[in-house]
T-cell receptor
Framework: GQNIDQPTEMTATEGAIVQINCTYQ??????LFWYQQHAGEAPTFLSY????GLEEKGRFSSFLSRSKGYSYLLLKELQMKDSASYLC???????????FGAGTQVVVTP | DAGVTQSPTHLIKTRGQQVTLRCSPI?????VSWYQQVLGQGPQFIFQ???????GRGNFPDRFSARQFPNYSSELNVNALLLGDSALYLC?????????????FGPGTRLLVL
């Protein structure tokens, strides 16, 4: 299967910017999803990129380069409530079965 | 509109027992997937159902089975429970079966096997 790599943990201060990288093998994924998961809760959808480039949604932006097997999620103007795990995931078959990375734990400090 | 619902929220079982987890998708969604998430890892795909047919199965033993009902709700069954089956079991639904469609997750069932 595909390997999806994300950093394990990132720490940043309130109001700062953090970029979470996600790399994967270049074949097999039709786009890339990002989900946010607070401790003990279900993942919630943040973004989906199917084409190369940057998609902006308020304080969150996501970027995809299919040829490089690379995506990132950019969190701007960090708030304490942004402390969570961020999961990147790719659909691996025609039915949209998702393969997830292990998640990046973002810790926002005052 | 109600989101994906799952029951029960928590469950404690002992080794060797059997468990049934339930999921109701978002109204109008015909695809349901099940994932297992152990602490510190991302969700692992178990099954996908669309229009009551199994459309995908992950790398899980035959002790795991599932089905989808005419109203698109779904059940996940796990037999002969092992300690390693302790995890958060997530159900996700989406409208159809396309790869670009977003899956929406329920709150999960936390299973503890003693």
């Amino acid at each position: 299967g595909q390997n999806i790599d994300q950093p394990t943990e990132m720490t940043a201060t309130e109001g700062a910017i953090v970029q979470i990288n996600c790399t994967y093998q270049t074949s097999g994924f039709n786009g890339l999803f990002w989900y946010q998961q607070h401790a003990g809760e279900a993942p919630t959808f943040l973004s989906y990129n199917v084409l190369d480039g940057l998609e902006e949604k308020g304080r969150f932006s996501s970027f995809l380069s299919r040829s490089k097997g690379y995506s990132y999620l950019l969190l701007k103007e960090l708030q304490m409530k942004d402390s969570a795990s961020y999961l990147c995931a790719g659909p691996t078959d025609s039915w949209g079965k998702l393969q997830f990375g292990a998640g990046t734990q973002v810790v926002v400090t005052p | 509109d109600a989101g994906v619902t799952q029951s029960p929220t928590h469950l404690i079982k002992t080794r060797g027992q059997q468990v049934t987890l339930r999921c109701s998708p978002i109204s109008g969604h015909k695809s349901v997937s099940w994932y297992q998430q152990v602490l510190g890892q991302g969700p692992q795909f178990i099954f996908q159902y669309y229009e009551k047919e199994e459309r995908g199965r992950g790398n899980f033993p035959d002790r795991f089975s599932a089905r989808q009902f005419p109203n698109y709700s779904s059940e996940l069954n796990v037999n002969a429970l092992l300690l390693g089956d302790s995890a958060l079991y997530l159900c996700a639904s989406k409208l159809g079966h396309g790869t670009q469609e977003t899956q929406y997750f329920g709150p999960g069932t936390r299973l503890l096997v003693l």
